[in-house]
């Protein structure tokens, strides 16, 4: 059975191609391009990990995860930060995050980062 990954990301370039990497790699994806739909996106596709991005408009990806990672229901669900950010690891830290991966990045850390979290 493939391993379900949620994308959170507003750019299309980005949902594109983490996409295309995480299929050519055996993974299911969806993607949500607000953070409203986060909730309605787990409970229909109960995915295994979540890809969060930091600037998504309205919520925010920070805020997301927190409110994730407060939650019972989701706070298993591990979550990592996709951003340029360079302050990335401390809001990772700040958010609950599971840990970070910082754009651009290399397809190997992305798959790698992934399977660790997946596999914990």
Not at 17 to 34: H, R, Y
Not at 90 to 109: L, N, V
């Amino acid at each position: 059975m493939k391993k379900k990954v949620l994308l959170c990301d507003n750019d299309p370039d980005i949902t594109e191609i983490v996409s295309l990497i995480l299929a050519g790699k055996g993974f299911e994806v969806f993607i949500c391009t607000t953070c409203e739909e986060v909730p309605e996106k787990i409970e229909s596709h109960a995915p295994d990990l979540i890809i969060m991005d930091l600037w998504i408009p309205e919520m925010g990806g920070e805020q997301t995860t927190a409110m994730l990672k407060k939650s019972a229901k989701y706070q298993n669900i591990p979550v990592i930060i996709l951003s340029a950010n360079n302050e990335i690891e401390m809001i990772s830290q700040r958010s609950g995050a599971d840990g970070f991966i910082t754009k651009p990045f290399e397809i190997r850390e992305l798959v790698d980062t992934i399977n660790d979290h997946i596999a914990a």
